[in-house]
């Protein structure tokens, strides 16, 4: 698999910062594939969406995680950049982070993160603590190689229907 990361943040886009969990979600995918990009953009959503089409037509990264901008606070808008790039929503990645998250933390409740495909690419909103996105990383990580195989067209091992023709 190939993926790519996006901080969403104007403190770490101005360098006033460092970002943290953009190398962390880096580190921790490397023993599923490779991350081809890194990009640090500021909570501006046109920079957002022009970015998110790039990782995907572009560099078509299979699975491209963006961390930070999915709260509440004003300039957080990563869920809005990103619903406006997708093609189709995957709502059940979201609402299976912010489930698991919420055993942790009720404020996982808080959290406005989306998830969805444009073209071959699966875009997973992932928030901005380097802690929240470790224990989303250990949550989502399992089902991503099952993802990229069947938005690549090979549908052979869906439905339990292994080495059975599919569904």
Do not use: W
Not at 86 to 114: F, H
Request: hydrophobic letters at 35%.
């Amino acid at each position: 698999m190939t993926f790519a990361v996006l901080c969403v943040s104007d403190r770490c886009s101005a360098r006033l910062c460092e970002d943290k969990s953009g190398p962390l979600i880096s580190e921790l995918v490397a023993s599923c594939g490779k991350t081809k990009e890194y990009i640090i953009v500021p909570d501006e959503k046109k920079e957002i969406e022009k970015t998110l089409i790039y990782l995907c037509d572009d560099v078509r990264a299979d699975v491209i995680f963006t961390t930070g901008g999915t709260g509440f606070a004003p300039r957080d808008i990563t869920p809005e950049a990103t619903r406006a790039v997708i093609e189709r929503e995957a709502p059940g990645i979201a609402e299976g982070i912010r489930q698991k998250s919420m055993e942790i933390t009720p404020k996982a409740m808080l959290s406005r993160a989306i998830s969805g495909i444009r073209k071959n690419s699966l875009i997973i909103n992932l928030p901005g603590s380097p802690k929240a996105v470790k224990e989303s990383l250990e949550f989502v990580l399992p089902v991503l190689p099952h993802a990229v195989e069947v938005l690549s067209g090979n549908t052979l091992n869906c439905g339990g229907n292994y080495g059975k023709g599919g569904d």
